[in-house]
């Protein structure tokens, strides 16, 4: 918590980075920018941990690769007492009262799927509760904003998104080709997240959003997550949290209190905002949100939101 408020990251590559470099999660000198000590030092609730695999594997070395990441969550991440994984809204509300961390296992890029619908069916039952349809290329599910053709779901991609919603998976648009975004703004049939993405009309990059389709998103009742990642935030060499304020300014007047909250991308970045380090510079920043806009605000886009959206998605137990 920080000063009383829920604290929720949506998005961090911490497994990724423990499996490609070798790195402990709970080890005391632990190089990942989100290692458990930052985590408790900054009071994060909840933390989305994603399985990331690199794109130019095939879908079944990419599926190897998502139950390794699962399994190296459940043996060298959860813990009792510290880290417990939510796949439940019964869970979100025991964790966020025990105190403890909360951990949302997340999907970035589905292209393990490759057309199967059980490869879903199965994620889920592992854990997994959020799901990035692509990354930056395309897959059986959709196109990502890096695939020139640009295309939206495809008949597959349609049957995922709606199995999400019937078995309570929170789908996650950040990486996805415009139309694709909108097509899932079309079908989902509840609130959508862009889990780690700007405001292009800041900063035009391919990953940030128009300011439709903030709206878009934030009409379904989901959110945007504002993101620490320095090439979405600005074309400097030195950024700072200062910077990525012009963006959250921007997002509120678009998405309105109730669609911002953030996504720090922290362990898939290799350069920082320069006092946006690690998870421990993270209240920090809470400290400048709560006096640019205000307790009511910051309640809502440190933790609140994100936490409503999991409790109107995930499955009740
Ligand atoms: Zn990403």
Do not use: C
């Not at 911002?260 to 920090?284: C, E, H, K, W």
């Amino acid at each position: 918590m920080y000063n009383g408020h829920w604290v929720v990251d949506g998005h961090a590559d911490i497994l990724y980075r423990m499996e490609g470099e070798g790195l402990g999660f709970y080890d005391p000198d632990s190089k990942l920018q989100q290692s458990y000590l930052h985590m408790a030092a900054s009071g994060i609730d909840v933390q989305v941990f994603v399985t990331f695999v690199e794109p130019s594997l095939s879908p079944s070395e990419q599926l190897y690769k998502v139950l390794a990441s699962l399994d190296r969550f459940y043996r060298e991440v959860e813990k009792p007492g510290a880290v417990v994984p939510v796949f439940s809204v019964s869970d979100l509300k025991a964790v966020l009262q025990s105190g403890h961390r909360g951990a949302i296992l997340s999907l970035e890029g589905a292209d393990a799927f490759a057309g199967r619908i059980e490869v879903l069916h199965t994620l889920f039952r592992l854990g997994v509760r959020l799901i990035g349809l692509t990354w930056n290329g395309a897959n059986s599910v959709a196109d990502g904003v890096g695939e020139a053709r640009g295309a939206g779901l495809t008949h597959f991609g349609r049957e995922v998104v709606l199995t999400m919603r019937t078995l309570g998976m929170v789908v996650d648009v950040s990486h996805l080709a415009e139309r694709g975004v909108w097509d899932v703004l079309e079908i989902y049939g509840g609130p959508v997240v862009a889990s780690h993405s700007n405001a292009a009309a800041v900063h035009a990059h391919r990953r940030n959003l128009s300011d439709d389709q903030i709206r878009g998103i934030a009409a379904t009742g989901g959110l945007v997550g504002a993101t620490f990642v320095p090439s979405f935030v600005g074309d400097r060499a030195v950024l700072t949290s200062e910077d990525l304020l012009r963006h959250i300014d921007h997002l509120l007047t678009i998405a309105g209190p109730d669609g911002v909250a953030l996504g720090s991308d922290f362990d898939g970045i290799d350069t920082t905002l320069t006092d946006l380090r690690n998870g421990s510079d993270y209240p920090q920043l809470l400290e400048k949100l709560e006096r640019r806009y205000g307790s009511d605000v910051l309640a809502k886009m440190a933790g609140g939101n994100w936490l409503r959206v999991f409790s109107q998605i995930l499955p009740e137990q």
